[in-house]
């Protein structure tokens, strides 16, 4: 079955520099890549999303590149805000499985002020 | 705003009881998830249903059961509850159109099993 795997586990960061989460994956059939925010307190919120016929996709201060050949995509968040401090986690699925999604472990993020 | 909530958002249980965990939606969506999370693990899939009366297992089901009898309701049950079932739960539901959707997450109920 299909294992993601995501660093780093925490991440610390000075408000406004950017911050980079990668995540690998080892089923090349995975084709759908989410990544969900968990702020303290609550359930995770999907962020952004790529599908594998796109290999980059921007939504104002965050982006997520797919590299296939490499089965890793990655998570860049910039001019970070302390706002932006959570949990980010990746995941995959693919279209046999879509309703199951493989989460990777997590990353904690702070951002300093 | 899709809505899920989740009966509690802490728990105390003693080790044999049986436990029943709520989940409920308010949009009609045809998925429903339960997972654990646990610190370096991330989320594991317990159990998912596409359909009121249907469920298939995820990665972790051993040692618990669900329900739904109600598409806005789906319930996670720990027959004889252990200490390593301590952990926080996640329940989520998703549209159900295509398979790769969002998922909407509840708050989490955080069970501690003495």
């Known amino acids: 079955g299909e294992n993601v795997e995501q660093h780093p586990s925490t991440l610390s960061v000075q408000e406004g520099d950017s911050a980079v989460i990668k995540c690998t994956y080892s089923?090349?059939?995975?084709?759908?890549f989410p990544w969900y925010k968990q702020e303290l307190g609550k359930g995770p919120q999907l962020i952004i999303d790529i599908r594998s016929n796109v290999g980059e996709k921007k939504d104002q201060r965050i982006a997520v590149t797919l590299n296939k050949t490499a089965k890793h995509f990655s998570l860049h968040i910039t001019e970070t805000q302390p706002e932006d401090s959570a949990v980010y986690f990746c995941a995959a699925s693919s279209e046999e499985y879509g309703n199951k999604l493989v989460f990777g472990a997590g990353t904690i993020l702070r951002v300093k002020s | 705003d899709v809505k899920v909530t989740q009966s509690s958002r802490y728990l105390v249980k003693r080790t044999g009881e049986k436990v029943f965990l709520e989940c409920v939606q308010d949009?009609?969506?045809?998925?429903m998830f339960w997972y654990r999370q646990d610190p370096g693990l991330g989320l594991r899939l317990i159990y998912f249903?596409?359909?009121?009366?249907?469920?298939e297992k995820g990665d972790i089901p051993e040692g618990y059961s669900v329900s739904r009898e109600k598409k806005e309701r789906f319930s996670l049950i720990l027959e004889s509850a252990s200490t390593n079932q301590t952990s926080m739960y996640l329940c989520?539901?998703?549209?159900?159109?295509?398979?790769?959707?969002?998922?909407?997450f509840g708050p989490g109920t955080r069970l501690l099993v003495l």
């Open positions: 089923d090349s059939a995975s084709n759908y």
């Open positions: 989520a539901s998703s549209l159900g159109v295509n398979g790769q959707e969002t998922q909407y």
């Open positions: 249903s596409y359909d009121v009366k249907m469920k």
């Open positions: 949009m009609d969506h045809e998925n």
